[in-house]
């Protein structure tokens, strides 16, 4: 199946960043960028890789991941439609600090370097619309950091998931909400062995606040689960 350029360019149009940015910002990123299909396990780009644009998911899910020393993967997250990455190296122009690998089928657009340079060199202004989503992401880290590191594994686990159905867009989450994540992702992302994981996820749902899925999580009682621990 081949993407439908007009109809991705309307919902990067209509939700996420560039929803919020003037007109003239948005037709010039529409103009310099193309879209790119990525099969399950393909990446975007690797760690060490050198900056090539900024990118926006416009369907399908991705992972970012890093690497230890013995080679092991450590997953730092899960994005959905319409999130927009790949920024911080092109503030810093350094190597990519993480791969990016479709977990789905997905269609990703990009805005090349070489187009998100000549936007800037025309209106230095747009730095301060580029920065939003740098920092949206930091500002989501930190709440990463807050609600999910230092907590119990059940609660590591659960605030994850609500957070994980909120995405960037922090959309209202609710009953019955379905998040595709499968055990080994959540463990790799809050730092918990595949047994804690399972055993935090068993202790969720017997307490009746989620339900388990192959390869999802239902949300039984989200704001139980956002509640965990406070």
Same mark, same amino acid.
């Given at each position: 199946?081949?993407?439908?350029?007009?109809?991705?360019?309307?919902?990067?149009?209509?939700?996420?960043?560039?929803?919020?940015?003037?007109?003239?910002?948005?037709?010039?990123?529409?103009?310099?960028?193309?879209?790119?299909?990525?099969?399950?396990?393909?990446?975007?780009?690797?760690?060490?890789?050198?900056?090539?644009?900024?990118?926006?998911?416009?369907?399908?899910?991705?992972?970012?991941?890093?690497?230890?020393?013995?080679?092991?993967?450590?997953?730092?997250?899960?994005?959905?439609?319409?999130?927009?990455?790949?920024?911080?190296?092109?503030?810093?122009?350094?190597?990519?600090?993480?791969?990016?690998?479709?977990?789905? #089928?997905?269609?990703?657009?990009? %805005?090349?370097? !070489? @187009?998100?340079? +000549?936007? =800037?060199?025309?209106?230095?202004?747009?730095?301060?619309?580029?920065?939003?989503?740098?920092?949206?992401?930091?500002?989501?880290?930190?709440?990463?950091?807050?609600?999910?590191?230092?907590?119990?594994?059940?609660?590591?686990?659960?605030?994850?998931?609500?957070?994980?159905?909120?995405?960037?867009?922090?959309?209202?989450?609710?009953?019955?909400?379905?998040?595709?994540?499968?055990?080994?992702?959540?463990?790799?992302?809050?730092?918990?062995?595949?047994?804690?994981?399972?055993?935090?996820?068993?202790?969720?749902?017997?307490?009746?606040?989620?339900?388990? #899925?192959?390869?999802?999580?239902? %949300?039984?009682? !989200? @704001?139980?689960? +956002?509640? =965990?621990?406070?």
């Amino acid at each position: 199946m081949r993407p439908e350029p007009d109809r991705i360019r309307r919902l990067l149009s209509t939700k996420g960043w560039l929803a919020d940015q003037p007109e003239d910002l948005r037709r010039q990123v529409l103009a310099g960028a193309h879209l790119m299909e990525r099969q399950p396990g393909e990446y975007v780009y690797a760690m060490g890789d050198a900056p090539e644009g900024i990118y926006a998911l416009a369907s399908g899910r991705l992972k970012f991941v890093n690497y230890l020393s013995t080679g092991r993967e450590v997953g730092t997250w899960i994005t959905e439609p319409v999130d927009w990455f790949g920024e911080v190296s092109m503030f810093d122009r350094l190597p990519r600090l993480q791969s990016t690998i479709a977990l789905d #089928r997905s269609i990703v657009l990009h %805005l090349p370097a !070489p @187009a998100f340079d +000549a936007i =800037l060199a025309a209106c230095p202004a747009f730095w301060r619309n580029f920065g939003l989503i740098l920092s949206g992401h930091l500002r989501t880290a930190m709440r990463f950091l807050e609600d999910v590191a230092a907590e119990a594994s059940h609660i590591r686990v659960g605030r994850l998931l609500v957070m994980m159905a909120a995405g960037e867009s922090e959309r209202e989450v609710t009953a019955g909400m379905v998040v595709e994540v499968s055990q080994e992702q959540l463990a790799a992302t809050t730092g918990l062995s595949r047994q804690s994981a399972n055993k935090a996820l068993k202790r969720l749902e017997a307490e009746g606040m989620v339900e388990r #899925r192959y390869g999802a999580v239902i %949300l039984s009682d !989200p @704001a139980r689960l +956002a509640a =965990l621990g406070r």
